[in-house]
């Protein structure tokens, strides 16, 4: 038995459209690079800058800024009761 590092992510994927698992399982598993890395590139135009989020203490919430020039931010929230 060879001693090989292994390790398991947890993944929370938020899109307001339907993503196709399959397919971006099968992209991290084709690139190069750390998790995040590959991650990021099988998402591709659909990935945001994890600078552009800002995440709460206290909820299940965050907000994304869309566009940087207009300043807009869109609250996405997401309770359980």
């Known amino acids: 038995m060879k001693n090989e590092k292994v390790e398991d992510y947890f993944v929370i994927l938020?899109?307001?459209?339907?993503?196709?698992?399959?397919?971006?399982?099968?992209?991290?598993?084709?690139?190069?690079g750390d998790f995040k890395q590959r991650?990021?590139?099988?998402?591709g135009k659909s990935s945001i800058n994890s600078e552009d989020i800002n995440f709460s203490k206290n909820k299940i919430e965050?907000?994304?800024?869309?566009?940087?020039?207009?300043?807009k931010n869109e609250k996405i929230t997401n309770r359980h009761k």
């Open 62 to 71: 965050f907000k994304y800024k869309k566009n940087k020039k207009r300043q």
């Open 39 to 43: 991650l990021k590139q099988s998402l």
């Open 14 to 32: 938020y899109s307001t459209e339907k993503l196709n698992i399959k397919k971006i399982k099968s992209l991290v598993e084709y690139y190069y």
